[in-house]
């Protein structure tokens, strides 16, 4: 698109919020340059950010500025997340829910802090990527955004830097105090991956309620007796099974609470089939709430997805999470905050009453939003063309070499 002449609106009220945070106003205009580039650059690093502008610094500027310049990034999110607790429907509530779950961000280049080879499950393939733990929030009213994150590191990259290997169980359960820390209210969910015995009691001893997925394999007591979750299930009786309906679709499920190894308390599991007569169910679920109903088991756990893969679809897709090339672990760790501001902005957008002036439409989606801020930006620039070439007379070479499209 042609060069951007001036910040889009929704940048604009994010410098007033978040601008104090920043020492000068040479570092506030690199904050809102970023953030500009995330929600509208055709690619999302530091270099292409600081080219999409008509009139800026060299990009190196930009590139300390994330790296270098002296602002708490800590205390940066903190600030977003209590900004984010002004409006109604991105506020904390006892019924909100809490995901947590961890996402692998390709990255291209080896050299980058913490990036290493792993497995991606759903790609079928190692990858270049970092590994982050994040922890996420929906509301009631069916918005989310990210809470905080902590990037893993694997043990041989530890041992060379001479620092404590954690695995992914730990990050979680720091996550988890992080969030009782940070007085955040809610249901903790998450998949079979944190269903660990450490991670449940943990939980259940901070006095929390967790919803999470178990697998069919995981060993389990009832009446006195061992069994699988498989086996269990496989002697469910179809007549024993009931039907709970969630919006237009339907389930039929199998409850009792049980034991689990290792586990220090009684947990309740559900078990579920897509029909009445399956043999195979589909899923099992476990909670330490006992005396819930399912509907609420199935609840919390439904916002699992809401509140992590929506996240990391659209970080990825529209807000180039993974872009960033930055080699120290300071710049990346910032750039995800950025990354985590620019959601939370353009979801404060989302399913409003009606059509914010700047957006010219009700926004329902992230790209969508992100597009609405592309078209915002690029009016801006053709009434600055016209502005110029009509009021102060300028060719069209100049306004060209101005503001054409970047190299």
């Known amino acids: 698109m042609p060069a951007i002449i001036d910040f889009p609106t929704v940048v604009k009220k994010a410098l ?28 999302k690093n530091v270099s292409a950010i600081n080219r ?5 610094t060299d990009q190196s500027c930009l590139n300390r500025w994330i790296t270098e310049c002296d602002w708490d990034e800590e205390l940066f999110n903190l600030q977003r997340i209590q900004w984010l607790q002004v409006q109604p429907d991105t506020r904390f509530s006892a019924q909100g829910v809490i995901p947590i779950d961890n996402v692998l961000v390709d990255h291209d280049g080896k050299l980058i802090e913490d990036a290493g080879y792993f497995w991606d499950h759903a790609e079928q393939r190692h990858k270049i990527a970092h590994d982050y733990v994040i922890i996420n929030y929906v509301c009631t009213s069916g918005k989310h955004y990210p809470l905080e994150f902590y990037r893993f590191t694997k043990k041989d990259q530890c041992e060379q830097r001479g620092i404590e290997f954690q695995d992914h169980n730990v990050l979680f359960r720091q996550l988890v105090d992080w969030s009782i820390a940070n007085q955040i209210p809610g249901d903790f969910t998450f998949d079979s991956w944190f269903t660990h015995k450490n991670n449940l009691n943990h939980i259940n001893g901070l006095k929390r309620n967790y919803v999470g997925d178990i697998k069919f394999n995981r060993k389990i007591l009832f009446k006195g007796k061992e069994f699988k979750v498989q086996d269990l299930a496989s002697q469910i009786d179809p007549k024993d099974r009931k039907v709970v309906k969630i919006g237009k679709s339907r389930q039929w499920y199998f409850t009792v609470s049980i034991r689990i190894p290792g586990v220090d308390h009684k947990v309740r599991i559900v078990i579920l089939w897509d029909k009445h007569n399956d043999t195979k169910a589909k899923k099992a679920l476990v909670t330490n ?31 180039g999470m993974g872009e960033c090339q930055l080699r120290s672990g300071r710049g990346q760790t910032r750039h995800m905050y950025m990354v985590f501001l620019a959601y939370s902005l353009l979801m404060s957008q989302l399913k409003q009453s009606h059509a914010r002036a700047w957006a010219l439409e009700r926004l329902t989606t992230i790209g969508q939003a992100c597009r609405a801020v592309l078209k915002e930006s690029l009016s801006q620039t053709l009434e600055w063309v016209i502005e110029r070439a009509e009021v102060d007379g300028w060719s069209f070479q100049k306004i060209k070499l101005q503001s054409g499209p970047p190299a």
Do not use: S
């Open 16 to 43: 007033q919020e978040f601008g104090p945070l920043f020492a000068n106003e040479p570092e506030r205009k690199h904050f809102a340059e970023y953030l500009t580039g995330l929600m509208m650059a055709h690619k």
């Open 52 to 56: 999409e502008f008509a009139v800026t």
């Open 289 to 319: 709430r006992t005396a819930w109903e399912v509907t609420r088991i199935l609840r919390v756990y439904r916002y699992r997805w809401t509140g992590t893969e929506c996240f990391h679809r659209d970080g990825k897709q529209h807000l």
